[in-house]
């Protein structure tokens, strides 16, 4: 891999670091976040988010969307390459440091008008944040670590309470057990219409809410068992 810059912080020293299409920032040997620069729409990481982001967006409008854990903007960049930058997003990320390293490389090439990085604690964007979102993806980790926060009845709360009427939320399960994310699920159901689990290719799981109606049989080559 070739390196390009580092920066110390106070979680450690981040590294951006480029092998041909893609493009990734590291901390120490962890992976914050990556994405790939050529012209394919989907990026071969985070596919099953991907895969229920535009199997919702088939029969919902997706006006706004909120990315809390936004790193280098990877949900972001396909958002924005699939649905031609229609979608105005916020994109909250609470390392200033990575906000600036993202603004710096890995925006290149795509349209951001209607991106808005945001730098802040998501926890407390949540609670004071005046808007409703159609989609918000939260991918929130410290070190690789999930968040304990961010798999709390108050937090899921917070998040219904900044949803529109149709509405879908992924939680990425990252480093989380089967049962932590079986949880987890069982929690948000008392507040959405359909909880679901699904599982990629690395055994990582995925957590997702519906606020009105989704077919999960589209992506169904995901889906565990209820």
């Keep these: 891999m070739k390196l390009l810059e580092q920066v110390a912080t106070n979680d450690g020293v981040l590294s951006v ?11 120490g040997d962890t992976g914050y976040s990556c994405i790939y620069t050529d012209d394919e729409v989907f ?11 535009d199997a919702y967006a088939q029969s919902h409008t997706i006006q706004d969307a909120l990315i809390l854990g936004g790193g280098c903007c990877t949900i972001p960049r396909f958002m924005i390459k699939r649905f031609g930058n229609t979608i105005q997003i916020d994109s909250v990320e609470y390392l200033s440091e990575i ?9 290149n090439g795509i349209d951001t008008d209607k991106l808005n990085i945001i730098c802040d604690d998501a926890f407390s964007f949540i609670q004071v944040t005046p808007k409703q979102y159609d989609f918000i993806f939260v991918d929130l980790f410290v070190g690789g670590i999930k968040s304990e926060e961010s798999h709390t009845i108050g937090f899921i709360q917070n998040l219904v309470a900044h949803l529109s009427a149709q509405s879908i939320i992924v939680f ?5 057990s089967l049962e932590q994310c079986q949880n987890l699920c069982r929690q948000g159901s008392l507040y959405f219409d359909k909880s679901f689990l699904l599982q990629d290719e690395s055994n990582t799981y995925y957590i997702v809410f519906v606020k009105g109606v989704f077919d999960e049989g589209t992506v169904k080559q995901y889906l565990l068992p209820a």
């Excluded at 670091?17 to 901390?27: F, G, K, P, Q, T």
């Excluded at 990026?43 to 982001?53: G, N, S």
């Excluded at 990425?172 to 989380?176: A, D, E, F, R, T």
């Design 43 to 53: 990026q071969p990481i985070l596919i099953p988010v991907q895969k229920v982001l």
């Design 99 to 107: 906000v600036e390293l993202t603004r710096k490389y890995f925006l």
């Design 17 to 27: 670091v480029s092998r041909e299409n893609m493009l990734a920032l590291r901390n």
């Design 172 to 176: 990425n399960g990252y480093h989380s």
